[in-house]
């Protein structure tokens, strides 16, 4: 775990502080959030990109998410998180009150982007993950910082 954990840090720092190029919005801007530039994926890689818009609904719950056994992203309200993955299909999941799944078909050299949403529950709020796109990350990206895995 905390080498997963660990990789997927150094990844998502190199990608966002090391990228020559950046991931740019609808508008051919660079994605800039709180913590830097948002940076393309490795060649023959791709990446994606979680993110938590900064709202009052379910401020205090998390949105966790995992593929697998592994835990890729612990999302607090107002945080993003990016990982580098091999193409291919991948499953994300969010366990709680209910379990949410997003299937991807994953391309090298993409960038795709994951909202998480705190929706309403029976006795909580319950997490959902749904395919989002570079404008709705690049509107919200200012208000974001970027998760940091706590070191075990």
């Known amino acids: 775990m905390f080498r997963t954990t660990f ?3 150094v990844a998502a720092a190199a990608l966002l502080l ?5 991931a740019v919005a609808e508008d051919g801007a ?3 959030t709180k913590s830097g530039t948002l940076g393309t994926p490795a060649p023959g890689k791709a990446q994606i990109v979680f993110f938590r818009p900064g709202s009052l609904m379910g401020a205090a719950l998390g949105c966790t998410v995992h593929e697998g056994t592994a835990e890729v992203a612990r999302l607090g309200s107002g945080k993003y998180y990016v990982i580098s993955v091999e193409p ?5 999941f969010t366990e709680g009150e209910a379990k949410d799944k997003l299937n991807l078909e994953i391309e090298s050299d993409e960038t795709y982007f994951v909202k998480c949403k705190i929706g309403m529950g029976v006795m909580s709020g319950r997490a959902n993950l749904s395919p989002s796109d570079s404008k709705t990350f690049a509107e919200k990206s200012k208000g974001l910082t970027m998760w940091t895995p706590k070191q075990k």
């Open 30 to 32: 660079p994605i800039t």
């Open 88 to 92: 291919g299909k991948h499953e994300y």
């Open 7 to 9: 990789l997927h840090t």
């Open 18 to 22: 090391g990228g020559v190029s950046a």
